[in-house]
């Protein structure tokens, strides 16, 4: 084809009116899916006829200039995303511009995504050329097809979404933008700005897991729209519901058998009959009337194909995430498609301080496997909390207190290194120390926190600073602080650690939310007896701001019990500890140290730390001679159990246990 006749083709390809093909038909026309995914062949929308009603809103000649659907995980969502370009490029062309998280996920979008589908649809072949063919302008992020051209932008950069004029706008994954970029407004809201001269022509689909009550975008557009419920009959008495997680039922302890209630006939019915005959004449029915021209889909992983995410195994999540608040929310927002609430704030220190239980500060009781310390430099004093570790995310308050002094004294600090070397004996008779040691430099005397860190980095004391910037991880990547007078790293100076203050904060909200119902052996956090009123006022001193995605403190009240709370996860995870990633096998073994079970055989954990000393004084000499390893050794800190090493004898039965668990101890 000469270069003219090139020239023809195209701009009659542009001018040519669009071809008003719904997107459902168009994907069963002309979408192939790559021979190296799951489902390979010609797309069918009787795989996910869920999403057909979704595409519709999105065609030509729907009433819908805008389309937002909240999604959980593995309903083949973003197969939707890729549907609605598709069809825009070959049958309705016009600028395109498809909005990431970052530019970065875009280009992998592109690549894992766009790319393939491209390469094995003749339809796009045809109209975007391969990048190798000179001239194509088929880059990662621009492609150039008849009539328009698409260009892939990153939420986080503010030019790529002021460019040209777009009558398409995909908003992929918007959970995960950030909230305004530079003071311009959210980013969603610049990316729709481009499409104002194309009227009701123009098209916006904006998808994504949700996140945060109340500071998730996904759900403010789902709320926008008509909340549209995918409408499914009763396999048995045929009324038409939509699916909600309340009605699935199993028998206790057994999610394999699980279940859905009918709402009317209360008959349960298997995945696979609510699946066949339940999805017959299956429709999306408006919930409300919403703003016009918005349709809203909300789609949970519970409408997944058979055998993509069965039930059974979802309600099998369910029930190992019930325990633990982090997990269940995640389960919350990526399987059931619906935002967290977060309760922070809804809980007065009074009531939590109704959780303090018998013991005494620095007493050890059974469970605490490892202790962490946390400090809080203020102008006239210091603050520090010992906080001990266990199995399954159990956390005990081990002492809390002031130091008070001017930390450019040394005393102040020789004070608080008493306080962290001296052992604690728990009721095993086994003697514990703390390990770690997080110290906060980013307020005063950030030159006397570097001081003591270099000095006793070898007992596991280090630097934080907290940065609250969302999603980052609770302890990231240390710097080095000490350099010579050429520039360079001195080996073996202070490091400074970072640490994600809002992942902490959420971790600490949601464990002391979650506790609100439970008994104390179940709780997540424990309280001693010691602790004041005042410092479970401190606790609740924060509350999530969730316009701007963050803690906040609330004005007047002080929070350094949250700030020592944030160190010693931080301490906890540090690589000398990882707490965070220990197995069960690690705890094993560590337990059969601290807790060894000859050493309990005897006699009854010790209730008071009074009982606690009398019962020492008893023991036998040897025993009390212990002062097992996991105290950070002198010449080099390391843990007891790296939890990168198996441990050498995983999940034994007890009985063995107890000879294991004697040559750990009395060597
Ligand atoms: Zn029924």
Redesign the pocket.
């Known amino acids: 084809m000469g270069a003219v006749d090139e020239f023809v083709r195209s701009l009659s390809e542009a001018i040519k009116p669009d071809d008003r093909i719904p997107i459902a038909r168009w994907a069963e026309s002309y979408r192939i899916l790559p021979p190296d995914t799951p489902e390979p062949g010609p797309w069918r929308n009787s795989r996910t006829p869920y999403l057909v009603g979704i595409m519709d809103a999105l065609s030509p000649d729907s009433p819908y200039r805008e389309v937002y659907l909240k999604k959980g995980h593995q309903l083949g969502g973003s197969a939707l995303g890729e549907n609605f370009i598709g069809h825009a490029i070959t049958s309705a062309a016009g600028n395109i511009l498809a909005v990431f998280a970052t530019v970065e996920d875009g280009e992998k979008w592109n690549l894992s995504r766009f790319e393939p589908m491209r390469q094995s649809t003749p339809e796009l072949r045809r109209r975007i050329r391969d990048k190798e063919v000179k001239g194509s302008d088929n880059t990662q992020r621009r492609k150039k097809f008849p009539g328009g051209f698409m260009q892939i932008v990153g939420a986080n950069r503010p030019g790529g979404l002021k460019s040209s004029t777009m009558r398409y706008v995909l908003l992929e994954e918007m959970d995960e933008y950030l909230g305004d970029i530079g003071k311009q407004g959210a980013p969603e809201t610049l990316a729709k700005n481009r499409t104002s001269n194309f009227g009701r022509k123009a098209r916006i689909f904006g998808n994504s897991t949700p996140t945060i009550v109340g500071s998730s975008p996904i759900d403010r557009n789902y709320l926008r729209g008509d909340q549209q419920k995918y409408m499914v009959a ?1 396999p ?2 045929g ?1 038409r519901q939509f699916f909600k997680w309340s009605q699935m039922k199993w028998p206790d302890g057994e999610p394999e058998k699980a279940r859905y209630a ?1 709402e ?2 209360a ?1 349960l019915s298997t995945e696979a009959e609510w699946k066949t005959l339940g999805y017959e004449g299956a429709y999306w029915l408006p919930t409300t009337r919403g703003e016009p021209g918005v349709a809203s889909f909300h789609l949970p992983s519970l409408y997944a194909p058979l055998g993509w995410r069965p039930w059974v195994e979802l309600a099998a999540d369910f029930i190992a995430a019930k325990a633990d608040p982090i997990a269940l929310k995640a389960f919350i927002n990526n399987m059931l498609a619906e935002c967290w609430e977060d309760l922070t704030g809804q809980i007065k220190g009074a009531e939590i301080a109704k959780r303090r239980e018998g013991w005494g500060l620095r007493t050890i009781p059974k469970g605490c496997l490892a202790l962490v310390m946390s400090v809080d430099v203020q102008g006239n004093r210091l603050e520090y909390k010992i906080v001990g570790f266990g199995r399954n995310k159990k956390h005990w308050v081990i002492d809390y207190n002031i130091i008070d002094g001017d930390p450019a004294k040394e005393e102040v600090w020789a004070r608080l290194t008493a306080l962290r070397e001296r052992p604690m004996v728990n009721s095993f008779g086994v003697s514990m120390r703390v390990q770690t040691c997080a110290i906060d430099s980013g307020g005063h005397h950030t030159h006397e926190v570097y001081h003591y860190a270099r000095l006793y980095r070898h007992a596991g004391v280090f630097a934080v600073k907290g940065a609250s910037s969302a999603g980052k991880p609770v302890i990231g990547r240390p710097v080095p602080m000490d350099v010579n007078h050429k520039g360079r790293v001195i080996k073996g100076g202070v490091q400074l650690w970072h640490v994600g203050t809002d992942t902490a904060k959420s971790l600490l909200f949601n464990y002391i939310a979650s506790d609100e119902e439970s008994i104390p052996e179940d709780r997540f956090i424990r309280f001693p007896a010691g602790l004041s009123d005042d410092y479970f006022e401190q606790l609740t001193a924060e509350v999530f701001d969730a316009a701007k995605s963050q803690y906040r403190k609330l004005p007047g009240r002080r929070n350094e019990v949250i700030d020592l709370f944030v160190y010693a996860f931080a301490a906890a995870y540090h690589p000398l500890l990882r707490l965070d990633v220990m197995r069960d096998a690690d705890w094993s073994q560590l337990e059969s140290m601290i807790e060894p079970v000859n050493g309990d055989l005897f006699r009854a954990p010790l209730p008071t730390p009074d009982e606690q000393e009398v019962d020492i004084v008893e023991q036998d000499q040897q025993e009390v001679a212990v002062e097992i390893a996991v105290t950070a050794s002198e010449a080099q800190p390391a843990p007891v159990v790296p939890a990168s090493t198996p441990a050498p004898q995983p999940e034994q039965p007890p009985d063995s246990d107890w000879l294991s668990g004697t040559d750990n101890w009395l060597d």
């Open positions: 009763c048995c008495c009324s009918c009317h006939c008959v």
